[in-house]
């Protein structure tokens, strides 16, 4: 099967930056970025988080208690380009980077009450699950259609360039995103705006069904950014050491001046694109096998072990953790309402105009009607 | 008083709010030395510098896109597209982005952007350069539209769209880019969004217009009055939200009212305003409210000036309505 072959064979390109072997050994001649202890088993924490997260809530969808839901399951390590970044720098994920919002400070009640569109929400129930929205966080809203956010993150970079602030944007999106018109715009207007902005293209194999092959006839997404005048790099996205090592070069250069760069961060999306999806019909069962031996948490643990910073009753103790603080926000947000009915006219505008008062008072004359009781 | 004509009127609010404002940031294609395709911009590149008036690669996507980005970070972008016929690459940045960003982040990302763009036609320009889309955009929840026809109110109103906290479209009449000459006070003054103008009192029948129109329905009430008709003339100026109080208040008056656009006549924005009319002044009605508009066709070259509005047509609705 081409798909298999392609991306096998692609991982042990030349061009392809790696740290860390598939068993997660340091790889002979190559520089091992200077992490600090701390950060690794923070990272590698943050990372058992979102799989444990992922796996919460798959379930719980599967139960038909959650609408819907995005995995990143095999993809972790792409996400955590995020922690080579300062605070006040921005982010503008796409939708399969949760190691990005817990990184940087998003709770798991946070998240669960944005699952369910709840009165605690931090969105106050306004978008489907999986759509986070942070601004003291500096992480920006994700939208649905892909690429949108290419621009905007080229916009923030930009204008912190007008402010002479060194402030840096990053913007995350997966190789589907590359074919969109968006995807050029941005990358130009970077390019020729030299705009400190750092493109992460988590490059996972599939967008939905279609295969990476027919979005591309590039032989990399990363040789794209040459027609933009920018740097290209490929990374192993599975790789966590050396996705740390090219973010952080990518960050230096964008906060020296120097412009954008364009990271392809080589991953694969072990399953389904959304709980609504089935890779069964569109690709062979054993391509996801391959990738399983390439496993970013594998490899870092092991990485970690080596190291003298893992040990199996630390992670006992975070699993155990975090499924007790899943379990216990998922009964939290069972207890809470939904958003008051009035609240769907709120933030429209800044101020209702007289057609959504008058909308707003229909409705709420409509629920009073049939709830009598209804006070709000 | 100085004598502005409405380029003059929209820069000097340009200016004026740059200088009071040191967020304040221009975007769009030739917006930087050159000023402009229809001068808007002339001289504000020299006085500001490439950092606020910012010539951008063309792409309308990308002008939108990174005004919205912008426009997060914490400034203001007065993005600008060169014709509204070229705003439909940045379609989906404008109404599923930017018109949203404040609903969709549950009012954590207000996206204060006002993007300025030529309509209408009368220009021999085509379908390219001529057309007013505004409809689509008013169907858009969470942007305003806002629609000057005069110099005055273009400075003002501009003004106005720069210092509030939601996303405008504000929609510039090119045709009369030029022609329309008025006193416009130096310095400071702001017209309140929302609020429609009455620009000639009657009390037969209300005419209401925007942009362009106004001066058609202006000639077609003076050319009513000559035959003893009695004619109200109100300019909406905002479309988003409209002004639905004064529009009632003067059909109540009247018991009569035409709608003159120039955009296509099927869903076009004077469909909105009838039936709004109705739900709440049935009562007041004489008469069926009747439309002047352009017709359900591309906006076509050589026959331009029988696709637009003119003030016979207007008279013409005017008297039907009388005589109904």
Known sequence: MVAISALGSRADEDDLRRVLDDDGKPLPGVKVPNIAEDMLRRIFDCMMLVRIMDDRMMRIQRQGRLGFYMKSIGEEASHFAVAALRSTDWVYPSYREQGAWFWRGYTIQNFIDQMFGNEDDPIKGRQMPVHHSANWLNLVSISSPVGTQIPQAVGSAYAAKIQGKDDVSMVYFGEGTSSTGEFHVGMNFAGVWKAPCVFLCRNNGWAISVSAAKQCAAKTFASKAIGYGMPGVRVDGNDLLAVWQVASEAIERARAGEGPTLIEALTYRVQGHSSSDDPSVYRDPKEPEIWEKKDPINRLRAYLRHRGLWSEGWETELSERYNQEITDALAASDKKHAPKIETMFDDVYEELPWNLREQRAYLMAQARSKNPHHHG | ?324
């Not at chain 2, 409405?6 to 004026?16: F, N, Q, W």
């Not at chain 2, 629609?147 to 501009?158: E, I």
């Not at chain 2, 769209?161 to 000459?181: G, H, T, W």
């Open chain 2, 1 to 324: 008083m100085p004598t502005m004509n409405i380029i003059e009127a929209v820069r000097d609010a340009l200016r004026t709010q740059m200088k009071a404002d040191s967020r304040v940031v221009i975007l769009g294609e030739d917006v930087g030395k050159f000023g402009g395709v229809f001068r808007a911009t002339s001289g504000l590149f020299d006085e500001f510098g490439a950092d606020r008036v910012i010539d951008t690669p063309l792409a309308e996507a990308g002008i939108i896109g990174t005004a919205i980005g912008m426009a997060l970070y914490g400034l203001r972008p007065v993005p600008e597209i060169q014709f509204s016929d070229f705003i439909f690459p940045a379609f989906d940045q404008i109404v599923n982005e930017l018109a949203k960003f404040r609903y969709r982040s549950g009012g954590q990302y207000p996206c204060p952007v006002v993007i300025r763009t030529p309509v209408g036609g009368g220009i021999r320009g085509g379908h390219y350069h001529s057309q007013s889309p505004e409809a689509l955009f008013i169907h858009t929840p969470g942007l305003k539209v806002v629609a000057p026809s005069n110099p005055y109110d273009a400075k003002g109103l501009l003004l106005a769209c720069m210092r509030q906290n939601d996303p405008v479209l504000f929609m510039e009449p090119k045709r009369i880019y030029r022609a329309s000459k008025g006193e416009v006070p130096e310095g400071d003054y702001t017209i309140e969004l929302g609020k429609a103008s009455v620009v000639r009192e009657g009390t037969q029948v209300t005419l209401l217009a925007w942009s362009g129109m106004v001066s058609i329905a202006e000639e077609a009430a003076t050319k009513a009055e000559a035959a003893g008709i009695s004619v109200e003339v109100i300019d909406l100026r905002t479309l988003s939200p409209f002004d639905i109080d004064t529009l009632i208040e003067s059909v109540k008056k009247t018991g009569r009212c035409v709608v003159v656009h120039e955009a296509p006549r099927t869903c076009g924005f004077g469909a909105e305003l009838i039936a709004s009319i109705q739900e709440r002044a049935m009562e007041y009605l004489e008469a069926p409210i009747l439309r002047v508009t352009g017709f359900d066709t591309p906006f076509p070259y050589s026959l331009e000036h029988e696709y637009l509005p003119n003030a016979d047509r207007v008279i013409g609705a005017i008297r039907q309505t009388l005589e109904w």
